[in-house]
Nanobody
Framework: HVQLVESGGGSVQAGGSLRLSCVAS????????MGWFRQAPGKEREWVTA????????YYADSVKGRFTISQDNSKSTVYLQMDNLKPEDSAKYYC??????????????WGQGTQVTVSS
């Protein structure tokens, strides 16, 4: 079965950087869609970024565009989220998601356990 394991969260000051990792296993489609979501206390989970791992095409929410970068290492079945110029409003639990198909139909996604990111002002 599909498993996603995130790591790399932590606490930083505003303006700092963090890199999250998500190691995927058990998926059957060779080039799945993967992405990152986040959820802050009292708020709904929101989409942050996605990558079509076949073509390498990436998409970003407006709130993180220019500051966050999603990338992949196919040899390690890993997706990364480089987060630069972090802001307090980026504080949330970040979840890795994988759709075992080429499109990003998130209602069919598998989810990791999440990793906490806290940004202090």
């Amino acid at each position: 079965h599909v498993q996603l394991v995130e790591s790399g969260g932590g606490s930083v000051q505003a303006g700092g950087s963090l890199r999250l990792s998500c190691v995927a296993s058990g998926y059957t489609y060779s080039r799945p869609c993967m992405g990152w979501f986040r959820q802050a206390p009292g708020k709904e989970r929101e989409w942050v970024t996605a990558i079509y791992t076949g073509a390498g095409t990436t998409y970003y929410a407006d709130s993180v565009k220019g500051r966050f970068t999603i990338s992949q290492d196919n040899s390690k079945s890993t997706v990364y989220l480089q987060m630069d110029n972090l802001k307090p409003e980026d504080s949330a639990k970040y979840y890795c998601a994988l759709v075992n198909y080429e499109n990003c139909a998130w209602d069919s996604a598998y989810w990791g356990q999440g990793t906490q990111v806290t940004v202090s002002s």
